[in-house]
């Protein structure tokens, strides 16, 4: 149904519902209000005239007086129409009555000796008129023995006439009124839902080759600004990621496009004439070699696909750092020594994490350093534990500073701060990018800095508390 989907029609009903509750309940109790207070005012009027009659017969103390009684009620009751006085004497004779007075027996026969404030009324109908009435027994002068019986009755048609008329022009009041809440109410809730159709707007527009455009956070009101900050960041992070596709795509065709090209021209070549068994030895090794490039450019880039995909860890198992350092120090200890390079170790320090994947980011880096390090120079890699509940891997290598427009872009993809060196075998600019994903697949990060001759990578870790360590060189 539309108006379940419609959160505009929706915020309407309910705003209407709430208006016709309060209208409701403000003219049901404006409405008993009313009629109470008349009911009020009638009941002390009927009461005043009770006491007026009472202090006459009080005052009546001879036959006379008696006889002058009615005299005296009819000019002391001028000009209250709708306003009926009966006295019945002790014998049920009728002393005294205004003209068309008609009460009924049951209040005659309720009436006792109790204070005029304390009486409360009867109401009946005779014809198409209404009545209340009250009654009670008062003693003359005459006899204290004799009480009379006086009943006095005020004809409320006409305010209940007036009920009736102030009731209907309620209804019609609450009909305008819900009616005027329900359009005002769908102005305000309309104009109050403008910032999610301007995210709408923004989103339509939204394409592959247009996704700077942002909502104004200056104009958003604070129940949408959560909304708003959070459509923005999807923009960010989408141009973001279509931006690193896009460099990723053109690095990729050409970093293939070499050893592609090189398999080509070398296969060309040999086909171009007949040649001996060892020339063509000798082109199938030189393929190999580009083949094996392409195999380890694919293989990481399979791997980076995954991390773009959320990489999961297979396994966390404890891990001694220093010691995956030290069994790596030992695997590339024939090219150090080669090079005349030294390697110190030291510090403590455990993580938990997946073995290989890390064995492999500590590995990138350890053969990253040994290829930028001089001959004679030294590599440190120093493990410490820190107190926010970290374990930070550090390793330094002395040589030639990297220039600070290449430290934020060394962990792109295919990127490398020697141009030169891209087809030197060294590898395809792929190792940083993973090293840096799978860092932060544990819940870690890296980062690198360059000065004074020494370059340092610095990873942190989840801390798993391990036993401590001892310290060894190389």
């Known amino acids: 149904m539309i108006w379940q989907r419609s959160i505009t029609i929706r915020l309407t009903l309910l705003f209407a519902l709430a208006s016709t509750t309060v209208l409701m309940s403000v003219g049901t109790i404006i409405g008993l209000v009313v009629e109470k207070h008349f009911e009020e005012m009638d009941l002390v009027e009927q009461r005043g005239k009770l006491k007026l009659v009472q202090h006459a017969l009080i005052k009546t103390t001879t036959q006379t007086e008696l006889t002058q009684l009615p005299q005296q009620l009819t000019d002391a009751l001028i000009g209250h129409p709708g306003l009926s006085v009966i006295v019945v004497g002790p014998d049920h004779e009728t002393i005294y009555a205004t003209a068309g007075a008609s009460f009924p027996h049951a209040l005659l026969d309720s009436a006792s000796d109790e204070s005029a404030d304390q009486v409360e009324p009867m109401l009946w109908k005779q014809g198409h008129h209404e009545y209340s009435g009250i009654a009670m027994t008062v003693a003359t002068g005459i006899n204290n023995k004799l009480h009379y019986t006086v009943a006095i009755a005020l004809d409320i048609q006409h305010r209940r006439q007036f009920m009736q008329l102030f009731k209907e022009t309620l209804w019609v009041l609450f009909t305008l009124g819900i009616m005027l809440s329900a359009i005002l109410g769908w102005v305000a809730v309309h104009q109050g839902l403008s910032p999610v159709r301007r995210i709408a707007l923004v989103a339509q527009g939204i394409s592959a080759s247009q996704l700077d455009d942002r909502l104004s956070l200056d104009t958003v009101p604070s129940e949408v600004l959560d909304l708003a900050e959070s459509f923005n960041g999807m923009l960010s992070r989408l141009e973001a990621s279509f931006a690193r596709l896009t460099n990723f795509s053109s690095d990729l065709a050409h970093e293939l496009r070499a050893p592609v090209s090189n398999l080509m021209t070398q296969s060309q070549v040999a086909l171009s004439k007949t040649r001996t068994a060892d020339e063509y030895r000798d082109v199938l090794a030189s393929n190999l070699e580009e083949f094996d490039r392409l195999a380890r450019m694919i293989s990481d880039m399979l791997f980076l696909a995954k991390t773009d995909h959320g990489l999961m860890v297979p396994q966390r198992d404890r891990i001694d750092l220093v010691n995956e350092i030290q069994q790596l120090i030992e695997f590339y200890e024939p090219l150090t020594e080669e090079s005349g390079l030294s390697i110190a170790i030291s510090g403590h320090g455990s993580t938990l994490g997946d073995h290989l994947m890390i ?100 990873i942190t870790l989840p801390n798993a508390r391990p036993e401590r360590a001892g310290t060894s060189s190389v």
């Open 359 to 458: 064995r492999r980011a500590l590995s990138n880096l350890l053969s990253n350093a040994l290829r930028h390090t001089p001959r004679g120079g030294k590599i440190e890699a120093q493990v410490r534990e820190n107190a926010n509940g970290e374990v930070s891997v550090c390793i330094e290598n002395s040589g030639t500073d990297i220039a600070p427009e290449h430290i934020t872009h060394l962990f792109d993809r295919f990127y490398r701060v020697d141009p030169a060196r891209q087809h030197s075998g060294e590898g395809v600019g792929l190792g940083l990018a993973i090293t840096q994903s799978i860092i932060e697949a544990h819940q870690g990060s890296i980062a690198v800095t360059s000065s004074n001759g020494l370059t340092r990578f610095e």
